[in-house]
């Protein structure tokens, strides 16, 4: 069949890493603007995706395939760098998580649960993949305390 007839598929807002294949996270230009360093900010549009695959060295991609790995970021991010905060916004760690495992309560998490609800909480441009860590902490904890 000549391709002129071929109907490509519509874009679905879905788009995978170019180098590990995973799906990204859509994020916008305040994101972007945060994390890259400014000589990697030209290297991307408006908008692109954060590659969540924490052994990826991708960090952001474009539909192009352009892509800006994590050492060209301003700071290390989460799940990039596990040391780094889970919390952008207010600096909630993996340790925070082991603490409430600990003491058998999730007290700092349910601190950062009403922190994330203020209008202190800026997830949008902060986040690595510009959404707010509490579904993130909350599987994080829940697969800790079932160990």
């Not at 995973?22 to 994101?31: D, H, I, K, P, Q």
């Not at 945060?34 to 908008?47: F, I, M, N, V, Y």
């Not at 202190?120 to 690595?128: G, K, N, P, V, W």
């Amino acid at each position: 069949m000549n391709k002129a007839f071929v109907r490509e598929p519509d874009f679905d807002g879905r788009a995978n890493c170019p180098r590990c294949g995973a799906l990204g996270t859509e994020v916008g230009s305040a994101t972007l603007d945060h994390h890259l360093q400014p000589s990697s900010r030209p290297q991307l549009g408006e908008a692109a995706w954060f590659c969540d695959f924490a052994r990826c060295e991708v960090a952001y991609f474009d539909l192009f395939d352009r892509l800006v790995l994590v050492e060209e970021l301003q700071t290390q991010v989460y799940p990039k760098a596990e040391e780094a905060p889970i919390c952008a916004c207010f600096g909630f760690t993996l340790q925070d998580i082991e603490a409430d495992v600990e003491e058998g309560t999730p007290t700092r998490i349910r601190a950062l649960l009403a922190k994330s609800k203020s209008s202190e909480a800026r997830c949008s441009t902060l986040a690595a993949n510009g959404r707010c860590c509490i579904g993130e902490v909350q599987k994080l904890y829940m697969r800790r305390i079932a160990e």
